[in-house]
């Protein structure tokens, strides 16, 4: 995975990510499947062109300054054909930053979060079905925070939802696929007081299902895929 995400200001982030996965089938419907990614990023801080309360700040230089980091995350995932649960832990090795500006650099590290998450499908009729999802985010220096979606999908084609993050955004969504590609837009409108700067965001999310093995189209259909264990997803 390939990422860059200019996240407003001066702060930039430029990674790339090389994961893996194992699954162990529990019966016929039911399996686990464990994963572990290695990703490495470079930060850039670009603090020339500030407008600073404070002067004086030491943390502020007013210069360039760029810094590389590895980590590694790790997940776990139950699932069967209309339910999913698990969790997840990024940021394992909790990596120092590189800016700060005390010489023993414990303060500027990647935090380590741990996320719990899990859905489950209902079928309304042969048509549409019904998926209410939430991922709860724990770390060490925040307060847990819930996220809560309803999706909606007409023949696991179309689909569309509404979520919210608490205390941050309210989240829509709508999106469609066709053979091995799914297209999905996002819109988050900020809640907090975040959003004086940044008042919404837009996501767009292309990905392709890849055959592994004796893998294909089957009973479960184009959505039941995502977690299908003879598919590769890219995004």
């Not at 300054?65 to 997840?88: C, H």
């Not at 935090?111 to 489950?120: F, K, Q, S, V």
């Amino acid at each position: 995975v390939l990422e860059q995400d200019d996240m407003g200001g001066a702060m930039r982030r430029t990674g790339v990510e090389f994961t893996g996965t194992y699954t162990l089938d529990l019966n016929n419907e039911d399996a686990v499947s464990l994963g572990l990614g290695l990703m490495a990023q470079q930060l850039t801080f670009d603090g020339r062109d500030l407008d600073v309360l404070e002067q004086n700040d030491p943390a502020l230089t007013g210069a360039l300054e760029t810094s590389f980091t590895a980590d590694a995350r790790f997940g776990m995932m139950v699932f069967g054909k209309n339910y999913a649960f698990g969790l997840a832990a990024p940021n394992l090795l909790q990596s120092a930053i590189g800016w700060d500006s005390e010489p023993t650099n414990q303060r500027n590290r990647l935090a380590r979060h741990y996320l719990l998450m899990g859905h489950y499908r209902y079928a309304i009729n042969n048509d549409f079905t019904f998926k209410p999802s939430a991922v709860a985010r724990f770390t060490g220096a925040t307060p847990a925070q819930l996220d809560a979606y309803l999706n909606f999908s007409y023949r696991q084609m179309l689909w569309g939802g509404i979520g919210f993050r608490q205390g941050d955004a309210i989240v829509l969504s709508i999106g469609g696929g066709a053979k091995d590609v799914q297209v999905t837009y996002s819109y988050d409108l900020t809640t907090s007081d975040v959003g004086r700067l940044s008042p919404h965001t837009h996501e767009l999310t292309i990905s392709y299902y890849l055959p592994r093995k004796s893998g294909g189209f089957n009973s479960r259909s184009f959505g039941g895929r995502v977690l299908d264990r003879s598919w590769i997803i890219r995004n």
